[in-house]
């Protein structure tokens, strides 16, 4: 599959070489990140390591939010609650559509306060 960018009112970003590209979007913005993933971490155990050392390297401080079971209603607001008034510079979703979804709903609520 091709590499490809898409920009809504955030940006996703998918294929080769993505990886590197993100931590030079993320920059951009800030240092302060929030990762949200789906559990996948040990399953990918090597692509999350290589994400931490880019963040190390790019002297981002980031924190990671594993949401184990299936995103609900009240998850999302437990993290919109836990995140308010914290500085999140961007969110970055690792995992399927439940985290990806929760990630957008976190960055509207987060960002109309």
């Known amino acids: ?62 924190t990671v939010e594993n949401l184990t079971e299936c995103s609900s209603i009240e998850t999302v607001d437990e993290l919109c609650r836990k995140y308010s008034g914290k500085k999140l510079n961007s969110i970055v979703a690792i995992g399927g559509e439940d985290v990806i979804n929760s990630a957008k709903i976190l960055k509207l609520v987060l960002s109309s306060k």
Not at 34 to 47: H, K, V, Y
């Open 1 to 62: 599959m091709n590499s490809f960018k898409l920009k809504t009112p955030g940006t996703v970003r998918f294929g080769f070489g993505s990886k590197e590209k993100l931590f030079k979007e993320i920059r951009k913005y800030g240092n302060e990140v929030l990762i949200l993933t789906d559990g996948c971490m040990g399953a990918f155990r090597e692509i999350f390591e290589g994400i931490f050392s880019l963040m190390q390297e790019y002297k981002i401080n980031y």
